[in-house]
């Protein structure tokens, strides 16, 4: 089964929740390359990871974005400030910090590095601790995303597996077929690191529900999001949670305990086209609204919608800016 979605924009399905009025703003990043967002338990934020190394953190309109944390050791600013993270050595030295979020009980970042593996730094940030996984090609194999248990503080990790060692193409990995990804466990308690599932279909996002019940991992090339039960009679066993329009990205729980997945529908022919959108899904798996982000976005890939505070937080490694939609919910609205 491959993700073909010829669909027109325009006369597409869902409508569910449709928003009344709507404002973008965009907060100007010092580079290209946000993937996702993390919010400090004091709400500064967001913090997120560049193409050039550098993790920064917004302080407001008048400071704008601040450098907070860096993940190589030999990362000069010199050398790294402005490099765009398509040259491997380079992003050796300067680091590429991808997926990140708080342990808002410690105050620690943690976050996953394409080659540094898992990381955590302290609420005043510098260089990144390693945790595990870097330079071993047998714990991970490329991590994107990680979620942390808000019961236990856990660390889940999405690992999209080895197709990006045969492609970078996304529409030949869109019709790769590829299974190699898998879905880990970090335990800051014993340091150990475990593998919950494996043959996933390149898992690029993650998130934990509220009550620490359940863990739920995207899988990109199948379009769905997987269930992975941590507590209750399905303990250690999977599921499919919810099956999407097109394919998904990171997954950020909210507040009330729903979750926003990006969901990008992806046109391949005559070339790769994108249309993204933001579903907020409900704890068991119910679609309970649909954003589509054309207006704001036009065709670029997002990877991340992410809630805070009211706002959604719109990330793509493709902008050098951080998108903050809000919208109002028109009440008895049936279009
Ligand atoms: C970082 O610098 C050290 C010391 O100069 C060197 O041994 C190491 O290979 C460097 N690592 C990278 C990734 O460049
Ligand atoms: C990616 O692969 C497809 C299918 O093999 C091909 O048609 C397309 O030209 C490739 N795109 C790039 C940018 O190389
Ligand atoms: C799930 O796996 C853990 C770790 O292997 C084990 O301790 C637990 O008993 C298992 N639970 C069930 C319900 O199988
Ligand atoms: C959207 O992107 C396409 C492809 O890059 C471009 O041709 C088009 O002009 C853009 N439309 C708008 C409204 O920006």
């Known amino acids: 089964m491959v993700p073909i979605f010829l669909v027109f924009f325009f006369c597409f399905p869902f409508n569910a929740g449709a928003r009344c009025f709507?404002?973008?703003?965009?907060?100007?990043?010092?580079?290209?390359?946000?993937?996702?967002y993390a919010f400090d338990s004091h709400n500064v934020g967001?913090?997120?990871?560049?193409?050039?190394?550098?993790?920064?953190?917004?302080?407001?309109?008048?400071?704008?974005?601040?450098?907070?944390?860096?993940?190589?050791?030999?990362?000069?600013?010199?050398?790294?400030?402005?490099?765009?993270?398509?040259?491997?050595?380079v992003t050796l030295i300067c680091g590429r910090a991808i997926g990140m979020e708080f342990n808002h009980k410690t105050g620690?970042?943690?976050?996953?590095?394409?080659?540094?593996?898992?990381?955590?730094?302290?609420?005043?940030?510098?260089?990144?601790?390693?945790?595990?996984?870097g330079g071993d090609a047998e714990r991970f194999d490329q991590v994107d995303s990680l979620a942390i248990d808000p019961t236990t503080g856990a660390v889940y990790i999405g690992d999209i597996g080895t197709i990006f060692q045969k492609t970078k193409n996304m529409t030949e990995i869109l019709l790769s077929g590829d299974t190699s990804g898998r879905l880990l466990k970090y335990d800051p308690k014993t340091k150990g690191l475990t593998v919950l599932l494996r043959g996933l279909a390149m898992a690029n996002?993650?998130?934990?529900?509220?009550?620490?019940?359940?863990?739920?991992?995207?899988?990109?090339?199948?379009?769905r999001i997987t269930?992975?039960?941590?507590?209750?009679?399905?303990?250690?066993?999977?599921?499919?949670?919810?099956e999407l329009p097109g394919n998904p990205d990171n997954i950020q729980r909210t507040e009330s305990g729903d979750f926003w997945v990006v969901v990008n529908i992806q046109k391949l022919y005559p070339k790769l086209t994108c249309f993204a959108f933001g579903q907020r899904i409900s704890a068991n798996g119910r679609i309970l609204e649909t954003l589509n982000f054309?207006?704001?976005?036009?065709?670029?890939?997002?990877?991340?919608?992410?809630?805070?505070?009211?706002?959604l937080y719109l990330a793509s490694v493709d902008t050098n800016f951080?998108?903050?939609?809000?919208?109002?919910?028109?009440?008895?609205?049936?279009f």
């Open 22 to 36: 709507r404002s973008f703003k965009t907060l100007q990043l010092p580079a290209v390359g946000s993937e996702s």
């Open 46 to 89: 967001p913090y997120t990871g560049l193409n050039d190394g550098r993790i920064v953190k917004y302080q407001g309109p008048e400071t704008g974005f601040v450098e907070f944390a860096t993940t190589s050791a030999n990362r000069s600013k010199e050398f790294c400030d402005g490099t765009d993270g398509t040259d491997p050595i």
């Open 108 to 133: 620690e970042l943690y976050l996953v590095d394409a080659n540094y593996g898992l990381m955590v730094v302290g609420s005043r940030g510098g260089l990144a601790t390693q945790l595990a996984g």
């Open 205 to 223: 996002g993650v998130a934990v529900s509220e009550d620490g019940s359940f863990v739920l991992v995207s899988e990109y090339i199948t379009c």
């Open 227 to 242: 269930r992975y039960w941590l507590k209750g009679p399905k303990a250690n066993t999977s599921e499919i949670f919810v």
């Open 294 to 311: 054309f207006a704001e976005y036009n065709t670029t890939y997002i990877t991340e919608v992410h809630e805070h505070l009211g706002s």
């Open 322 to 334: 951080v998108g903050v939609y809000r919208g109002s919910r028109c009440s008895g609205n049936l």
